[in-house]
């Protein structure tokens, strides 16, 4: 069964960095798209950033200059590249692929950023 595996979140200072990163695996499958999303406490979740084929990527604004989306090998494996991260960055982070058959999503990562 195709499970998604995330690494890499945690607890970081004001202006530090981390970088996140979701493996898909179990089986063949056709990747559309691969992005992650965010919700913070009482807040929607939201779209932080997304990669289509190999090099189109969209950002959500308030990430826009900070983050870098990029894939490995433009099937596999998605990263979040997160720099001067911000107190207002602290959310459960989400991997998410969409297939040609439907969408997958990760269980989710901490990251917290103190001030």
């Known amino acids: 069964q195709v499970q998604l595996v995330e690494s890499g979140g945690g607890l970081v200072q004001a202006g530090g960095s981390l970088r996140l990163s979701c493996a898909a695996s179990?089986?063949?499958?056709?990747?559309?798209?691969m992005g992650w999303y965010r919700q913070a406490p009482g807040k929607q979740r939201e779209l932080v950033a997304v990669?289509?084929?190999?090099?189109?990527?969209n950002y959500a604004d308030s990430v826009k200059g900070r983050f870098t989306i990029s894939r490995e090998n433009g099937k596999d494996t998605v990263y979040l590249q997160m720099n001067s991260l911000k107190p207002e960055d602290t959310a459960v982070y989400y991997c998410?692929?969409?297939?040609?058959?439907?969408?997958?999503w990760g269980q989710g990562t901490q990251v917290t950023v103190s001030s």
């Open positions: 179990g089986g063949l499958i056709s990747i559309r798209a």
């Open positions: 998410n692929v969409r297939t040609i058959a439907r969408d997958y």
């Open positions: 990669i289509t084929g190999a090099v189109r990527t």
